[in-house]
């Protein structure tokens, strides 16, 4: 049975860092394309990065590049996302997501599992 599992969430002050986890199992993260999501209050879900079986990374926001790495811990079978420089506008829900598929893909309906998400707040 596949699933994923995030972590690493919480409430931290702009300019702060934060290491998601996703947590894979029934499935092997290194075969597959990962992708993170988030959603904000109020607005829909936006694909954030995606790291591919090459190990190769793409970054769907400008307003993250420089700032967010993903990667990938197959020993753990896990994929990361680091961020840094956390600002307000990073608040949302962070959630991992496959598509089953080695490619990335740019649309959360293109997603055939997801994780439950967890929230990263960022508050002075």
């Known amino acids: 049975q596949v699933r994923l599992v995030e972590s690493g969430g919480g409430l931290v002050q702009p300019g702060e860092s934060l290491t998601l986890s996703c947590k894979a199992s029934?499935?092997?993260?290194?075969?597959?394309?990962i992708h993170w999501f988030r959603q904000a209050p109020g607005k829909e879900r936006e694909g954030v990065s995606c790291?591919?079986?090459?190990?190769?990374?793409?970054y769907a926001l400008d307003a993250v590049k420089g700032r967010f790495t993903i990667s990938r811990d197959d020993a753990r079978n896990t994929v990361l996302l680091q961020m840094n420089s956390l600002t307000p506008e990073d608040t949302a829900v962070y959630y991992c997501?496959?598509?089953?598929?080695?490619?990335?893909?740019?649309?959360?309906?293109?997603?055939?599992?997801w994780g439950k998400g967890t929230l990263v707040t960022v508050s002075s």
């Open positions: 997501a496959t598509s089953q598929s080695a490619r990335c893909q740019p649309h959360a309906h293109d997603m055939a599992y």
């Open positions: 029934g499935f092997t993260v290194r075969y597959y394309a």
């Open positions: 790291i591919r079986p090459s190990g190769g990374r793409e």
